[in-house]
């Protein structure tokens, strides 16, 4: 209980007196215009609207925060230049992750973790922190004579909201003056969609005002103080030591794969591309994955009183920082082995975009640690993980793993309709390039997907190319 009455304490001191009203009109507008209509400029702008309305009311700190919101907003345009509903999701998720971390007060690891939990569990609440807001403004001074009014008009629109689809619906004459007057229907319709839209914005936009207001308020120059070191020499030096071997013996055991690639696969006798890639970069990510683990924890507990555990500790880290290096170009070269023997997925994208990712965390932590510069690593962290969310979402995934297929289609004359058939309108264009035949099964499922119109808030950039390039082509018989 008093956590959620430090919110609501929190959140009533920040908010600017529009901003509650404000955030409730949007949610009501977002929850009649975006249900019915694909993913477009009306969730793009919805998005967009949310953040900046917190981002003003909340105020930005420093240059941080400032380019966090500034990333933040333009991921949450993707809807509008992207169709891929994989890509969408993951650029609105970086999108609330960087308004979150924008309200982080102090540059550290755990001030970062901490915004993005305050957000996360302010989602819950958050409706309800945004609709008290709004009534406690409703009932100060200022807006009592509004308040009437405000009363009148809702009670009509919810008459109104009854009466008038009776009506239109009993006789046809009504029906066409209403559709006249009003030249957007009249949405009625999939009430629990509309609502759950409507709860999302509000979820979103009062989650992030909380957080922002919650912040601790030291300064931002204010230097976090370390944590209580915790183990000896002899202690943490085993751990690193022997993962260092470990990866040493394996980097030595890959040298020969990373150089010999496609020939020694095919000269090893039962070595296929399936058992060699499939079987590997899944196992290479989660090892570093997991050494990150290692390093964050061998900087945090271990005790370095003299200057030799200082150097002996840097050695040790950049070593296996350099090490996973290696191990990550292996898991790569799997990836591509893969790739060129069975053509591209979404999946294989993606890993491949999180090994790029974890590559330059990695790299990040070995300049650091030589420069001696460890107090950026967060900083340096967000903004690689934003630079990398924008470039995934600028480099088309979708469109680029299609052209990829067809171009092995015409290495090969092999291509995977079904897969060509999970894309989306993205990819679209790549595929028309095909022969007729081949193109219309390939876009089977998106020409079903793109008979009807979008609408003004369905409006999507790729939508509308792949229509163009779909002129002319028809139905093909598809059968194997």
């Known amino acids: 209980m008093s956590a959620a009455a430090g919110r609501w304490t929190a959140a009533r001191a920040a908010g600017a007196a529009w901003f509650a009203p404000a955030l409730l009109g949007l949610a009501v507008v977002a929850a009649l215009a975006l249900p019915g209509h694909p993913a477009g400029l009306g969730l793009a702008v919805a998005g967009a609207s949310t953040g900046a309305l917190v981002a003003v ?55 970062l973790g901490g915004a993005v939990g305050r957000t996360a569990a302010g989602l819950v609440p958050g409706p309800a922190i945004v609709l008290t807001l709004v009534a406690r403004r409703a009932a100060a001074r200022r807006w009592r004579r509004l308040a009437p009014i405000a009363r009148g008009l809702l009670l009509a629109g919810l008459l109104l909201a009854v009466f008038v689809p009776l009506l239109a619906a009993a006789d046809a004459a009504f029906a066409e003056l209403v559709d006249g007057l009003v030249h957007w ?23 992030l005002l ?40 394996f980097v030595a055991v890959q040298a020969a794969v990373l150089f010999g690639g496609h020939d020694l696969i095919m000269r090893t006798d039962g070595l296929t591309y399936a058992e060699h890639a499939r079987r590997g970069f899944f196992e290479l990510e989660a090892v ?40 990550l170009a292996s898991a790569l070269s799997r990836l591509w082995l893969y790739v060129d023997a069975f053509g591209a997925t979404r999946l ?98 998106v020409r079903d997907a793109l008979a009807s119109p979008d609408g003004l808030a369905g409006a999507n950039r790729p939508r509308a190319l792949a229509r163009d390039a779909l002129e002319g082509i028809t139905d093909a018989d598809c059968r194997d």
Not at 412 to 425: I, P
């Open 288 to 327: 570093a994955a997991l050494t990150l683990g290692v390093i964050a924890a061998t900087a945090r507990w271990a005790r370095r009183e003299r200057p030799g555990d200082e150097r002996l500790a840097r050695a040790l880290l950049g070593l296996l920082c350099a090490l996973t290096l290696v191990v």
């Open 185 to 207: 229907e009249l949405a009625l319709d999939r009430p629990l969609a509309r609502l759950g839209v409507a709860l999302l914005v509000l979820a979103v936009g009062g989650a």
């Open 348 to 445: 294989r994208f993606l890993v491949q975009a999180q090994l790029l990712w974890l590559a330059a965390i990695f790299a990040a932590l070995l300049v650091a640690g030589a420069l001696r510069a460890e107090h950026r690593l967060p900083r340096v962290a967000v903004a690689l993980s934003a630079l990398a969310a924008l470039a995934f979402a600028a480099s088309d995934p979708d469109r680029r793993i299609a052209e990829r297929n067809v171009d092995r289609w015409r290495d090969t004359g092999r291509l995977d309709v079904r897969h060509a058939n999970v894309l989306s309108a993205d990819a679209t264009p790549a595929f028309a390039a095909l022969p007729e035949a081949l193109a219309a099964c390939a876009t089977m499922d």
């Open 57 to 111: 009311a909340a105020g930005a700190r420093d240059g941080f925060a400032l380019a966090c919101w500034a990333a933040a907003l333009a991921l949450a345009l993707v809807p509008a230049v992207r169709d891929a509903g994989w890509v969408v999701t993951l650029a609105l998720l970086a999108a609330l992750g960087l308004a979150a971390v924008a309200g982080a007060a102090r540059p550290t690891w755990s001030a």
């Open 210 to 249: 909380s957080a922002h207001a919650a912040r601790p308020g030291a300064p931002l120059t204010e230097p976090a103080e370390g944590p209580r070191r915790r183990l000896g020499r002899v202690e943490w030096a085993i751990a690193p030591v022997a993962l260092d071997l470990t990866l040493v013996t």
